[in-house]
């Protein structure tokens, strides 16, 4: 019997693997199951493929959106982009957007994740479901919804006036002073359970040996958490935030059913400045509205190719991983 297994040991180690067939002879063998990832590829064309490249074309085209073409203007568009006070305030909303939110929401969300992953914490999963529940909320609905709750006339400001802090009601989303920082609390609120998700499952990494050595040594809780806790989740740390980084530049339908870009320009981020001027303004430019979209899509691109680095680095970083 001991030979019989060492035999068969032997063979699976020098047996050759299976060659693979050419894709297009797969295709051409079963071409019935491809079939069925055709309504998946023609919609993904239409609506993702087509318009990505079409925003390029008319980038550089005057069109107001109601001719079959437009006008041919080379960078015209660029360069009223880069004289255009509105386009640089929607810009720098964003990155405003992205800097207060993005490490609010991973701070927080760590804390929250340290607190469900002690022992000693009751009703973890009841806990885990209710701040999970916003993620899978759709934002615009959310969006109406804190817009009656932030109202004067909404709880939230009664409260406030009940309590003393505030003299009298307050509109935050109608406030130029609070409309956006009303988006970026929201914000948070509403994905913090998907980022606390990721740090959950970066604290199921870390070896229980290394805490219990730490225990023994006398570390403190907070000496137990900055000195071995935090140095293991570095990895996991860069790649969370590069997803955030991301994700904070994606606010429209959040912001949009709040505030509208509103009161005057306050919290109009780029993707509301692009929706505006495609489609909301008296007089529609399109190709105008393209040329933002670019730069936008320009800068999202970068963020991508970051986070591929970054990940690339964390997983060097990792135990076992490869740089």
């Known amino acids: 019997m001991t030979f019989v297994s060492a035999d068969l040991t032997r063979s699976a180690r020098t047996a050759s693997p299976r060659t693979r067939k050419p894709l297009l002879r797969r295709i051409r063998e079963q071409w019935w199951i491809y079939l069925f990832l055709l309504p998946t590829l023609v919609g993904y064309g239409l ?8 925003s390029w074309v008319y980038a550089f085209m005057d069109w107001p959106g109601f001719a079959m073409s437009g006008t041919f203007n080379g960078l015209d568009n660029f ?5 255009d006070p509105l386009f640089w305030n929607a810009f720098g909303k964003s990155l405003l957007f992205l800097v207060v939110a993005m490490p609010t929401r991973v701070i927080l969300a760590l804390l929250l994740a340290l607190w469900l992953n002690s022992r000693a914490t009751p009703f973890k999963g009841v806990f885990r479901t209710l701040f999970f529940l916003p993620v899978v909320t759709t934002g615009a609905i959310i969006g109406i919804v804190f817009t009656l709750l932030l109202d004067a006339q909404g709880p939230i400001s009664l409260a406030l006036v009940w309590a003393g802090i505030t003299e009298s009601p307050v509109n ?3 406030h130029p002073d ?3 920082w009303s988006g970026v609390a929201v914000w948070v609120w509403k994905w913090l359970g998907i980022t606390m998700i990721y740090w959950l499952a970066a604290l199921q990494t870390v070896p229980t040996d290394v805490h219990e050595a730490a225990q023994l040594d006398g570390a403190s809780a907070w ?3 900055w000195r071995v806790t935090l140095p293991l989740l570095i990895p996991f740390l860069i790649i969370i935030t590069l997803i955030d980084t ?4 994606n606010v429209f339908d959040l912001m949009q059913t709040m505030t509208g870009g509103g009161p005057a320009f306050s919290s109009e981020v780029i993707e509301i400045f692009i929706y505006r001027t495609a489609f909301a303004a008296t007089t529609p430019q399109l190709g105008y509205a393209s040329a933002a979209a670019v730069l936008f899509g320009l800068l999202t691109v970068i963020l991508a190719i970051v986070q591929a680095l970054g990940i690339r ?3 060097g970083m990792m135990p076992g991983g490869q740089s």
């Open 246 to 249: 991301v994700s904070a530049l």
């Open 79 to 83: 360069v009223q982009l880069w004289n």
């Open 178 to 180: 609070t409309s956006l």
């Open 47 to 54: 609506y993702t493929v087509y318009p990505l490249l079409a």
């Open 313 to 315: 680095s964390a997983r």
């Open 172 to 174: 935050f989303v109608a």
């Open 223 to 225: 000496q137990e958490f």
